[in-house]
């Protein structure tokens, strides 16, 4: 027998012959081996069964049972033992690492065993993986807050169930309305609608479609009646009850119901805006409504957050010691220090910082040891009692020790490793005795002032058994048993206890002088983006002890709580139980305001906890819009069960659209070992709450395999043929065209959206396209028959959360105008991440790239040539006055949006317009000023893309030239509406900085965005400014003319 292959790049693909064969294997339960050459792509189970073929040849055949009763282990690339959770895929797609297979027997139908191993499968860390990486977390927490979490879900699960036994509720959850926030419409788009909306309706029953005029407030209830009316007047019907009845958008999985007006409805109000009719299936409701295999919780359990503050303030009573009972210094003692790597260019001496943390700031000075010799093996001694000068009693609950362990370059410290960990663990109790923590490498994400220690990094450990790890001891305080932080009844009655005297300053019932009253009013509103860094202590303490006032105020200064939060003493613990008591009666605050509190900056349980109650309020729709800040705030939180957490799975369940998009983000950072554990458990807990979601996540998940697969077949042949840079779509096409990639991409929806269902691929129209990552574009019929084709691009090499990002923002700012009057027609598409580097892109229909369309021009770079295109698609009069339009205004939302962001490589391939006449920008690998360069010369020299293309497609042909002012002022006015919402915007990038996006890791990246919205200047001086940018893109047109030129001069 040849010798089993091991591949040296773990994936023995790689050794596959011209035809894409390769030689396996087969180890048998019987002990006999069968080797068997078979194409990489071809399903296991066609495999399994050509393999009993042949082992009917071989001795002791009879001992095997027939073969559907074995399954497949192979070893994975990770080098661990996997079973083959799904024999529809090929070998190409388990990246073997070694060219065997062993056939074992599959395991008694045990459907809880079944659903875990779908579950690990759907989290990426199959098996021991998974299991390997939650020891980074005590295994006593890690079960808590499953079991926990499970009782918080299925508590809300069954009691719906026997609620609602009709399946509305079920119905509502999977399909819930997509609206707008409000019925009141732009104006521009008020003038298209005037009082009626005319629109179709197919009932599906019978195939009749009927045209209706209604009213713009009509309901979808009484749009029902009106079709039913008319059907019933048609048919000679008189029985047809039009509660048995639902609409449904053609073509899409989004459905109408209930009593808001039609022009909430996204759906509506869009073909508003394209000046198309609104087009719906009339749908009998059994045909709709299913039994849920897990009943899903009702809006009314949002009441939970109540009923939890209810129930933590009864007593509870807890052994062991309260620890505002101790009333010494914190200390701790090191001890030794092991695996510790220090650079070849440093001196082999290193020293450990110490510091205790809440949130970014140090509660008492950061300590350091002497420096240690650190030995050949990698072991270093300290022996060190480290002293803080805060008394025990004053720890905050949340409170962090933080460790940086440094060595020296020259004269300069280097951070060569970091750890935190909670004072205080997951059941309050303070952490005592013998600790081993292990440490995490330095990250270029690690900035210069932080090098001491890292304080807004993770409190997960590394999982990595070779790092550096520390070990040091936490004393008793000569106190037995658990010493814990107190329950918030007591908080609330320490807050009590230490009031201020009436009439006192700080009491609520001081009434300050006139000129209290003024210092606090000029620093309220003075600017809060220079403000809080500056506070002094003599403004703190006067914003402290009028925090009483300032909560009345809150109306006028809805940020005023962030300075309380800011001047509050948190090495106090009289102070903090005032502040958590003050928490309890603060107003309600906007998103914007209430997303602040989630940062790091305020790691407080209590305001983490209000918080969430605030963004409780929030409509699914813009919860949706803030999602991929809030999954990123969970890696603030110090431990698995949080208000956060449960947050977000309550909201997930109760919206299938929110748990689908809530699945995908944290699916995509999974590979990040700091967030493996928390991540992980989280979709666990989800998806064990909701199967029916998790057999369509398990069908998406397949899919992406496969296009994972053939994008590793496309770049091996690519390479092999030397085509690298050659178009070459016969590896896709012909893998497309096999039955089981057949079988396997269709009847699935869509990754981005639930609004899809993909039906059947349209092998043809698939190919690979020119850009440099060699994206697939990939084309499915629709699953409604009377539905469009949906295109999407599959994408791997690329880190899409920054286009997310960018997108996300796009898509605010959309809300921020529409909400103030102005529709700017931007086109937010679709576009997840699905893994690492890996993802998929929506296709807009109906459109080109400025370079196509110029090259189909010829003469592209004359001004005329994009109007001439508009022209040939909208050939009549009124259509290309009404693209004129679109694009008047587009061009206007994307010129002050991708100034805003900073967004750069804006070539002509990267600029796309509709045959309607609507621009936009796609490919967001450069922003926040961070232009693209070549030869160390900046080719982008303009602030944002305003061309003599555009001005002359504005002024419909020079025809028109007051469009141009009009274009100007609608670019002035999307300025100054966004700059008032500047603290939005800057908040959402600041959530963003533990993400690893490359050009976002630092506060300082986001300083851009406060200097291009002169959040330093009045409203008139930042308007001026901008004005000067406008008329320097206008006068520099000619440089982006020619970088165009040049850019399809190489492409």
């Not at 073997?96 to 599959?106: D, G, H, I, P, T």
């Not at 609608?970 to 600041?990: G, V």
């Amino acid at each position: 027998m040849p010798p089993v292959i091991v591949s040296p790049d773990l994936d023995v693909t790689s050794f596959q012959n011209d035809l894409g064969q390769l030689d396996i294997d087969f180890l048998l339960p019987n002990g006999i081996c069968v080797p068997l050459q078979v194409d990489i792509d071809r399903p296991l189970d066609q495999i399994k069964q050509e393999l009993w073929k042949q082992a009917a040849n071989y001795p002791l055949f009879q001992q095997l049972a027939t073969f559907d009763k074995y399954g497949f282990l192979y070893i994975s690339g990770e080098g661990q033992k996997e079973d083959v959770m799904d024999e529809s895929v090929g070998i190409s797609e388990l990246r073997l690492a070694a060219s065997f297979l062993k056939v074992v027997e599959k395991p008694a139908d045990d459907k809880r065993k079944t659903i875990d191993r779908q579950i690990n499968s759907l989290i990426g860390m199959k098996g021991s993986n998974y299991i390997q990486a939650q020891h980074s977390v005590s295994k006593a927490e890690i079960s808590e807050f499953r079991q926990k979490m499970t009782t918080y879900c299925n508590n809300d699960v069954l009691k719906q169930a026997n609620q609602d036994p009709t399946g509305l509720v079920y119905f509502e959850y999977k399909h819930p309305c997509r609206l707008r926030s409000t019925s009141e419409l732009p104006p521009d788009v008020e003038n298209m609608v005037i009082d009626y909306i005319v629109l179709t309706v197919i009932v599906q029953e019978t195939g009749t479609s009927y045209k209706l005029r209604v009213k713009k407030l009509s309901t979808p209830d009484e749009l029902v009646k009106m079709t039913v009316d008319k059907w019933s007047s048609k048919s000679g019907q008189k029985t047809i009850n039009c509660n048995d009845y639902v609409l449904q958008v053609l073509g899409m999985n989004d459905f109408l119901y209930g009593d808001n007006p039609l022009v909430m409805f996204k759906y509506v109000y869009s073909c508003i805006v394209k000046n198309t009719a609104p087009e719906f299936w009339l749908k009998n409701k059994s045909s709709v409504l299913e039994k849920q295999e897990v009943s899903q919780p009702h809006k009314s359990s949002r009441t939970s957050f109540q009923e939890e503050r209810r129930n933590t303030v009864r007593s509870e009573k807890r052994s062991g010691h309260c620890v505002w009972d101790i009333h010494q210094n914190f200390y701790i003692t090191l001890h030794t220090a092991c695996n510790v790597q220090v650079p070849e260019n440093c001196r082999n001496l290193v020293r450990l910082c110490v510091g205790v943390f809440h949130g970014p700031d140090p509660l008492c000075s950061i300590q350091e040891t002497k420096e240690v010799f650190v030995s050949q093996d990698g072991l270093c001694s300290f022996n060190d009692c480290i002293n803080f000068d805060i008394k025990v009693q004053d720890l905050p609950q949340m409170s962090r020790l933080c460790f940086g362990l440094h060595c020296k370059k020259g004269k300069e410290p280097l951070l060569l490793a970091w750890a935190n960990i909670p004072i205080f663990d997951y059941k309050s109790n303070l952490q005592k005795g013998k600790l081993k923590l292990p440490l995490w490498p330095r990250s270029e994400l690690i900035q210069q002032e932080e090098s001491y220690c890292f304080p807004v990094g993770t409190v997960a450990t590394n999982p990595q058994g070779d790092c550096s790890m520390i070990e040091f001891s936490v004393p008793d305080f000569t106190k037995k048993g658990s010493i814990y932080y107190p329950p918030i009844e007591k908080v609330l009655q320490c807050a009590s206890d230490h009031m201020e005297e009436p009439g006192k300053c700080g009491s609520p019932t001081w009434r300050p002088n006139k000129n209290i009253v003024q210092q606090l009013d000029s620093i309220l509103r003075a600017n809060q983006y220079t403000i809080l860094q500056t506070l002094d202590e003599q403004q703190k303490q006067l914003i402290w002890w009028m925090r009483y006032d300032i909560r009345d105020k809150c109306s006028e200064f809805p940020h005023a709580l962030l300075y309380v939060l800011y001047s509050v003493s948190w090495d106090n613990h009289i102070e903090v139980s005032k502040m958590q008591a003050l928490l309890q009666t603060w107003p309600t605050l906007e998103a914007d305001q209430a997303l602040t509190l989630l940062d790091f900056t305020f790691p407080d349980k209590y305001v983490r906890k209000k918080a969430t109650e605030w963004l409780d309020e929030l409509p699914d729709e813009e919860l949706a819009q803030y999602l991929l800040q809030l999954v990123q705030a969970l890696k603030y939180e110090n431990y698995l069960n949080c208000d956060l957490v449960k947050f977000l799975l309550r909201r997930a369940l109760q919206n299938r659209n929110i748990g689908h998009k809530l699945f995908w983000l944290l699916k995509s950072d999974m590979h990040e070992p700091s967030v493996t554990v928390q991540y992980g458990l989280i979709i666990e807990i989800y998806l064990k709450a909701n199967p029916s979601h998790m057999s369509i996540l398990d069908r998406q998940q397949i899919i992406l395999q496969k296009l994972k697969s053939i994008t590793d077949i496309h770049t091996k042949a690519a390479n092999l043929k030397k085509k690298a840079k050659e178009k070459d779509d016969s590896p896709l096409q012909k893998v497309m065209q096999q039955s089981a990639y057949k079988e396997a991409f269709c009847k699935i929806y869509s990754p981005i959206t639930l609004m899809y269902k993909l039906d059947k691929i349209v092998e043809k129209s698939c190919k690979v396209m020119d850009s440099k990552k060699k994206p697939f574009w990939l084309e499915w019929t629709n699953d409604d028959e009377k539905g469009q084709n949906i295109q999407l691009i599959y994408k791997c090499g690329d880190d899409l959360r920054q286009d997310m990002l960018t997108l996300q923002i796009l898509e605010v700012m959309d809300t921020i105008w529409q909400s103030e009057g102005y529709d700017l027609r931007l086109n937010p598409y679709g576009c997840v991440a699905t893994g690492c580097e890996e993802g998929m892109i929506e296709v807009v229909q109906k459109s080109l790239t400025l370079a196509g369309i110029q090259k189909w021009r010829k003469l592209g770079l004359d001004k005329r040539s994009l109007y001439d295109w508009l022209k040939h698609k909208n050939p009549s009069e009124h259509s290309l006055q009404r693209a004129v339009e679109e694009f008047k205004l587009s061009c206007a939302g994307y010129a002050v949006a991708t100034y805003i962001l900073g967004v750069g490589d804006r070539h002509n391939d990267n600029i796309m317009m509709k045959e309607t006449g609507q621009l936009f920008h796609i490919d967001f690998g450069h922003f926040l000023g961070n232009k693209k360069t070549k030869f160390n010369i900046n080719r982008e020299r303009v602030p944002f893309i305003l061309t003599s293309h555009f001005e002359y497609i504005i002024k419909d042909g020079e025809k028109k030239p007051q469009n141009f002012t009009d274009f100007k002022e609608i670019c002035e006015r999307a300025y100054l509406i966004i700059r008032s919402r500047a603290h939005l915007l800057i908040q959402l990038f600041m959530m963003m900085l533990s993400s690893g996006i490359p050009q976002l890791n630092n506060v300082s990246d986001i300083d851009y965005i406060k200097e291009v919205l002169a959040l330093n200047s009045t409203q008139e001086e930042a308007l001026e400014k901008f004005r000067k940018k406008f008329k320097e893109a206008q006068d520099n047109s000619w440089s982006t003319t020619v970088n165009w030129w040049f850019h399809m001069r190489v492409h």
